[in-house]
């Protein structure tokens, strides 16, 4: 019996039938094994041996699989076919070995890129060994994520309260997003002109932009006023033009390159709305397959733009098929990858089978929008080259003084853009120039005619700043710059969020203050580990690695030798917030445009500003020398200058008590306040999330403080609901059940019909179990082992899967609609296998009250002391 061992059941579940009886399939379930979340897990002082420690979602899964392996004559591992692939099936084939299921078994390494049924029976025809190359790659790449982890945010946790921790590629992101915003804050915007005129030449009216005023060629930026503008605007008014030249040139546009992982998630960021989370996840179940068709692309996580002639061959057929010969071109079009290393180069993102048209397929909306994107792009970039005429009109006055110039461009054959263009974004627009992408088609005109003025326009523009970074020009940065590989980008991202480091705005990237904050005490204290040039070096000397031609270990020696001395170095150093308020005082306190003191207290008049730490509250801030009598704060970069007074201000009186309503900075976060008439305390209220000090009107603090408002009465019971903001956010209230609803503006507008549902879906969940049931969010069928129903359902303190008596919460980050049965049974099974350890834990407790650290300590002695035993020593025999 053969055993193949693969990642996913859906994969497993694919293969499985385009092999014989004589396989049995099984998924590892991703990564099986771990370093555990502690200090110590990467031992430098004993050549870097790693401690790895077994998911508890995958431990009954590998019984099963040694139990196979056991029985098995010959074990195939199957995994992906990149670094983490490679890892994959190293892991696993460590915890077989420690297992003893091998014994004389005979093992082997397949990969495919497709998950076909010709793709599979190719790879399993051609076996080989372990890439142990590609191992250490990854071993190295995941030894200096740890020491980074676990060295630098310590630092972090000890000298910069608020700092969550750092990473070696995510704080190299932070940094890219910090500094844009830097850069925008820096900006100053430059007024400038624009002059266009409308002209008829035996013609309809055209489109003229002015290019020369008074001799000299005019350039996008070179009337900067009102005056010159004016000037121009006259000149062409009495001037006497005449066309001079026309002149037309044939233009072609060749298509884009296949996708890889990098361009995938831009285009999908700019087409679709996707992050990369999502999108990637789209891709893996289109990379698996859905139905019985097998895998629908070919594998998601590429730094390759090269497909195989079988590809192209389908390609240009279809394209001859379905938009006839024309849009063939003589050659096929072949594509060279970028990437370094060949060893991972592996072929671009297409469809397995690019005869299968999207409108062909029946997929859930992301699955189907995605295949249809990566279609479209593969057929176009197999497709001719548009071809276009673009005509510049040169007009002149007969001296020469005043120009003027009109382009058009029109598309003879369309080629590759009758299914796809690729999309820009906003730097790319409107900077290469005025001619560029004018679509505009041009009246028939003759050289030398006469050209009448009929209206002509002075406009005012001012240049703007660079705009802030989206998901896909982030992730074209960190690939322009060498940071990061492409399955890395999505949770570097992820990463950023989750450490509130950064917050979205319109999809736009705006570092938090305690993101700018690590920033600066990164560049400050450890530049090296934050540069760009350092990092991308990084990521070059890892590929060396996967290529062979480095040492892992000696690379992490050279890495350690210079992180450690600087973080202890560090540990050991005073007064770091001082020095940190002293070196990024440009940033705090920018010069004031009156040249006054820009440290100088707004509130108290006298005490100075300066950069203020709480270990307490676990917050950096802005705060006055003079506290506690002045206790102005405030956060850090442009949106919090003088305007937002993190001190006392009265807002204005309340119309209808004649009373003050006064803005208050509490040890909580801000709140208003006022006394009502003959009130013996005052009415207050927090400011929401998201409300800041500095916009604070009188008009807004007024509806909070009316809060909580009555909404209506309940047509059941005729009890009152109201509305307001508690502790946990804005909430919809009736008999004692409170509902929370979307955000604090809805507190304001939320009507009667929509409480009484929020309530009744409140109440639905509540009593889920004792004796009314909550209607799942998602039904997944009946679970192929038990029977029993699987479903996605909303929970209290979140959403879980359900089957029978077990419930596994769902990951932080899942959608619970895009939720699958392949990725519920693992959560089942790790819950099931989870469980009778924590009665035997709760059982022993009690027991042994005298001497419960002894208790603890010594089962997790046992696989520390074999893990050791087992993991290094075959990395160093590898290496």
Known sequence: ?????????????????????????????????????????????????MEWEIDARASTRMSEIAAAAKRADRVILATDPDREGEAISWHVLEVLTKKKALKDTHVER????????????EAMAAPRQLDMEL???????????????????????????????????????????????????????????????????????????????AGKRIQRLDIPNEAMAFAARDAIQSGDFTIRSIEKKPVRRSPAPPFTTSTLQQEASRKLGFDAQRTMRAAQKLYEGVDETGGLITYMRTDGVQTTPEGIAQAREVIADRFGPAFVPSEARYYKTKAKNAQEAHEAIRPTNIARHPDSLRLESDLQRLYELIWKRMVA??????????????????????????????????????????????????????????????????????????????????????????????????????????????????????REYVRMDKNRFIPEDNGRLVTAFLEQFFRQWVEYDFTAGLENQLDEVSAGQMDWKALLRDFWGQLKPATAAMLERQGVIDELDEAIGPFLFPPKEDGTDARLCPACGNGRLHLKASFKMRSSFIGCSNYPECRYTRGFGSGASEAETGTDRELGLDPETGQPVHLKIGRFGPYVETTPPEAEKPKRSSLPKGWSPASLTLESALRLLALPREVGMHPEDGKPITAGLGRYGPFVLHAGTYANVADIDEVFEVGL?????????????????????????KDLGAHPETGDPVQVMAGRFGPYVKSGKINATLPKGTTPEDLTMEQALPLLAAKAGAAPKKKVAAKKAPAKKAAPAKAAAKPAAKPA???????????KAAG
């Open 381 to 498: 970039s197999q497709m001719e080259s548009a071809r276009m005429d673009r005509t510049t009109v040169e007009i002149e006055t007969p001296d020469g003084q005043t120009g003027l110039r009109a382009t058009g461009q029109v598309v003879t054959f369309d080629g590759f853009l009758a299914v796809y263009e690729e999309g820009r974004d906003e730097r790319q627009k409107g900077t290469e120039g005025e001619d560029d992408d004018d679509s505009t088609r041009l009246p028939a005109l003759k050289e030398g005619a006469k050209a009448k003025v009929e209206a002509v326009r002075a406009d005012q523009h001012f240049t703007e700043p660079p705009p802030r970074f989206s998901e896909a020009t982030l992730v074209k940065k960190l690939e322009e710059l060498g940071i990061g590989r492409p399955s890395t980008y999505a949770s570097i991202l992820t990463t950023l969020r989750d």
């Open 753 to 777: 019909n929509r409480a009484v549902v929020l309530l009744a879906e409140k109440r639905a969940g509540k009593f889920a179990g004792r004796g009314q049931a909550t209607a799942p969010l």
């Open 865 to 875: 002391a074999a893990k050791k035993k087992a993991a290094p020593k075959k990395a």
């Open 110 to 121: 397949v990969t495919f890129n497709a998950i076909t049924k010709s793709a599979v029976l």
């Open 1 to 49: 019996m053969n055993l193949v061992i693969v990642e996913s059941p859906a994969k497993a579940k694919t293969i499985n039938k385009y092999l014989g009886s004589d396989f049995e399939v099984l998924a590892s379930y991703g990564h099986i094994r771990d370093l555990p979340s502690k200090d110590g897990s990467v031992k430098p002082d004993e050549d870097f041996a």
């Open 135 to 213: 191992v250490e790659a990854y071993l190295a790449r995941r030894a200096l994520d740890y020491l980074v982890g676990f060295t630098l945010s310590p630092v972090l946790w000890r000298k910069l309260p608020g700092a969550r921790s750092a990473g070696r590629v995510q704080s190299v992101a932070l940094r890219i997003v910090v500094d844009r915003e830097l850069e925008i804050e820096r900006f100053r915007p430059q007024e400038y002109w624009s002059v266009e005129a409308d002209l008829v030449a035996d013609s309809p009216p055209f489109t003229t932009r002015l290019v020369k005023h």
